[in-house]
């Protein structure tokens, strides 16, 4: 894994356990980079002093990408980027019943499972896990919204133009991602 755009800073690799050191990272916001045999390249994208991070990123391997792809209907654009969000009640739980809503709008969504994808659902079932294909390039604003729970970004995320959302830099060929949604 390397630090996104930042050509100076020593690449990193994952042991055993996924962990990882990164050193001399800038505290400020950017991505981290994730790549390796048979993956889909990933940036997570946060805030903060990023080497103090602790990411256990599981990176989508290229066959899964494949198969969202064919559960949505949509064939991988390189020339797009896609997303990957999820909510958590705070600790360590995934919440059902979320809808994630992008600004501007761009891409085909779909909601995981314990089935797989599917491009029907508008919201989260108790995977709380939703993605999008085929976005176009550019910053967009992700909201999320619950019938009874407030959410918000969650810590070290990049919050949007309001308190209730975050922002990601979509680019081309990668599957980007950050910190979940924290409702509560």
Request: proline share 7%; aromatic share 8%; net charge negative.
């Amino acid at each position: 894994m390397c630090v996104f755009g930042q050509a100076g800073i020593p690449c990193a690799t994952t042991d055993a356990t996924g962990a990882y050191t990164l050193m001399g990272v800038p505290v400020a916001e950017g991505a981290i980079e994730f790549t390796g045999p048979s993956r889909f390249p990933s940036l997570f994208w946060g805030e903060g002093p990023m080497e103090d991070q602790v990411l256990n990123y599981n990176l989508l391997s290229t066959l899964a990408a494949a198969v969202l792809a064919v559960s949505l209907g949509e064939e991988i654009d390189d020339s797009l980027g896609h997303l990957a969000l999820a909510a958590s009640d705070g600790d360590s739980a995934l919440v059902s019943g979320v809808t994630f809503t992008m600004t501007p709008s761009s891409g085909a969504i779909g909601y995981l499972t314990p089935e797989g994808i599917d491009p029907k659902l508008t919201e989260t079932t108790q995977v709380g896990f939703a993605g999008w294909l085929n976005v176009d390039v550019g910053e967009v604003e992700i909201t999320a919204s619950h019938a009874t729970l407030t959410c918000v970004p969650g810590p070290g995320a990049l919050v949007g133009a309001t308190p209730d959302a975050l922002r990601i830099d979509v680019t081309a060929a990668y599957l980007g991602s950050t910190f979940p949604f924290v409702c509560t």
